[in-house]
C-alpha cells in the first residue's frame, strides 16, 4: 500500500490547532527550540529488514499477517514508516536473507521511498543449506581454516552486495564462543578472529566502514569471543581507522554503565555506531526506551556531549540503527514508537546546558549536576518532535495514523493474513 499526500494533510489538519497550543510554550519560550528541530529533522534511523516481520523465540513464534514476503515489501514496509514520520530514511539488509536479484531495481526501488541503504550485516551465525562447512563451532575463529574461508568469503560478498546497492558499512556480528569450560583456546580464538577480520578488512572499499559487533552472551554462555566493548576495541584498534565499535544496547550484563562505555568510545574516535533496543534481562530486543528511558536520555547526553568535541555531524557521522524483534506487537507500530522514543531521548539531550553542567563538574556542584540532566529529561519535548515531523512533510501522530488508515488490514489484505517475514 502507498501512503497518499492527502492522508497525511487531512491528519496534520485535524490536528493541527492542539499541536500549535503545545508548540506555544517552545516557539516563545526557549530560544533553543529552532536548531532542536533542524537537528531532528536532518537526524534519520535505519530500519533492519529483519524488525519488519514477528520475532520468535526458541519457543515459538505468532506471525501477525500482512508480513513482507519479498526484500522489495520490506523496501516498501521501510518507505510506509518513513512517509509516516519522515525519520526512518534508511534501511539495513541481512545476508543472506535480503539477497537482491536486481541491486539496480531495487536501489531505484529504495530511491522511490526516499530510502538509502544503511550497513551490510554477515551471517555466520546460521548454517544456510546450501553450505559447505558448519559455524556449529563459531565461524571467523574456527580450528578448521575451511570454516574461516568460507565465513570470509560470504563477509566479502557481503561487501559487494553492499557496494551494488549503495550502502557504506560492514557490520559483523559473531556468535563465535563457547558454551563449557575448557572448550576453547582464548588466545588461539582470539588471534584467528584477528586474522579473519584482516582479510575482511582488506576486501573494504576506501570509503568503508566496518562495525565489530560485541555481545556478552548468547549464543554461547560461557565466553563470546567478541564479548565486550574492549575486545572490540581491540579488534577495531589492530585492524584500522576504517574499523570501529558497535553498541547494541541490548548486549552488556546486567547494570553496565553503557553511557561510560559511549563516551570512552567517542573520545577514542572509536564509535562507529548503534544498534538501539531495550531491556530488562539481556538481549531482549524491545521497544527503544519501553524499559529504561532514563539511560537512553543518559546514553544520548554523552553522545551528544562526545559528538560536539570531536565536531562531528550527529546525522552522518555515526550509524544509527533499531536492532528489535518482538512476538507481541505489530512491527510497524513498534518501530514507530522505538523511532519516537529514539528522537525524544536526542531532543532531551540537545536541551541539556553543557556550560552550565561543566561548571557545576568543575565546581563537585553534585547536587546542581544531577538537576541539570534530570531537567532535560523531564522536559516534554513530544510537540518538538511532531514539529520536525511536520516540517518535514510527515504526521503528526504516525501511530494514530497508521492505525486510522488501518494500514495492518490493508497489507494483510494485499499479501495475506499467514505471511512469515524472512529472517529470524
Ligand atoms: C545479535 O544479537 C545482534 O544484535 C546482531 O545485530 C544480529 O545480527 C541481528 O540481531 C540479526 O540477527
Ligand atoms: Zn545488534
Ligand atoms: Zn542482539
Redesign the pocket.
Given at each position: 500500500m502507498q501512503l497518499e499526500t492527502h492522508h497525511i494533510a487531512d491528519h496534520n489538519q485535524s490536528r493541527a490547532e492542539a499541536h500549535q497550543r503545545k508548540l506555544s510554550y517552545w516557539t516563545n519560550e526557549v530560544a533553543k527550540a529552532e536548531p532542536i528541530i533542524q537537528k531532528l529533522i536532518d537526524f534519520q534511523i535505519a530500519i533492519p529488514s529483519w524488525a519488519l516481520g514477528t520475532g520468535g523465540t526458541r519457543f515459538g513464534r505468532f506471525p501477525g499477517g500482512g508480513e513482507p514476503r519479498s526484500l522489495e515489501e520490506k523496501i516498501a514496509d521501510v518507505g510506509l514508516l518513513h512517509a509516516l514520520n519522515q525519520a526512518s530514511g534508511a534501511i539495513s539488509l541481512h545476508i543472506p536473507w535480503d539477497i537482491p536479484s536486481d541491486a539496480q531495481a531495487i536501489q531505484q526501488l529504495a530511491a522511490q521511498h526516499g530510502l538509502r541503504f544503511d550497513a551490510v550485516n554477515s551471517n555466520t551465525f546460521q548454517d544456510q543449506p546450501d553450505q559447505a562447512a558448519s559455524y556449529k563451532f563459531g565461524s571467523l575463529q574456527h580450528t578448521d581454516p575451511a570454516v574461516r574461508r568460507q565465513a570470509i568469503e560470504h563477509n566479502i560478498e557481503v561487501i559487494r552486495h553492499g557496494v551494488a546497492l549503495g550502502s557504506d558499512a560492514l557490520t559483523v556480528?559473531l556468535s563465535d564462543g563457547s558454551c563449557f569450560p575448557g572448550q576453547l583456546n582464548f588466545r588461539k580464538a582470539f588471534d584467528r578472529t584477528l586474522e579473519s577480520l584482516e582479510e575482511i578488512y582488506a576486501a573494504l572499499p576506501d570509503n568503508w566502514k566496518m562495525f565489530v559487533?560485541y555481545k556478552a552472551f548468547e549464543p554461547n554462555f560461557y565466553s563470546m569471543t567478541v564479548g565486550d566493548w574492549g575486545s572490540s576495541l581491540l579488534y577495531a584498534s589492530k585492524l584500522g581507522p576504517k574499523a570501529f565499535t558497535l553498541v547494541?544496547l541490548g548486549h552488556h550484563l546486567p547494570n553496565a554503565n553503557i553511557e561510560q562505555i559511549v563516551a570512552i568510545l567517542l573520545h577514542e574516535g572509536k564509535l562507529g555506531g548503534f544498534?538501539f533496543n531495550d531491556s530488562k534481562y539481556g538481549d531482549d530486543d524491545l521497544t527503544a526506551g519501553s524499559i529504561k528511558p532514563y539511560q537512553l536520555f543518559l546514553i544520548f547526553n554523552e553522545l551528544v556531549d562526545g559528538m560536539d568535541a570531536r565536531g562531528l555531524d550527529h546525522a552522518r557521522d555515526l550509524g544509527w540503527m533499531i536492532?528489535a524483534s518482538h512476538n507481541v506487537k505489530d512491527p510497524l507500530e513498534d518501530l514507530l514508537q522505538s523511532v519516537e522514543a529514539i528522537q525524544l531521548a536526542y531532543a532531551q539531550a540537545l536541551l541539556v546546558d553543557r556550560v552550565a553542567l561543566e561548571e557545576a563538574r568543575e565546581a563537585n556542584d553534585v547536587v546542581r549536576a544531577q538537576e541539570l540532566l534530570q531537567d532535560a529529561f523531564r522536559t516534554d519535548v513530544r510537540p518538538l518532535v511532531a514539529e520536525a515531523r511536520r516540517r518535514a512533510g510527515g504526521a503528526l501522530q504516525p501511530l494514530a495514523l497508521f492505525r486510522q488508515l488501518n494500514v495492518r488490514g490493508q497489507l494483510i489484505g494485499e499479501r495475506g493474513a499467514k505471511t512469515v517475514a524472512t529472517g529470524l
Open positions: 556480528w559487533e547494541d544498534h536492532d
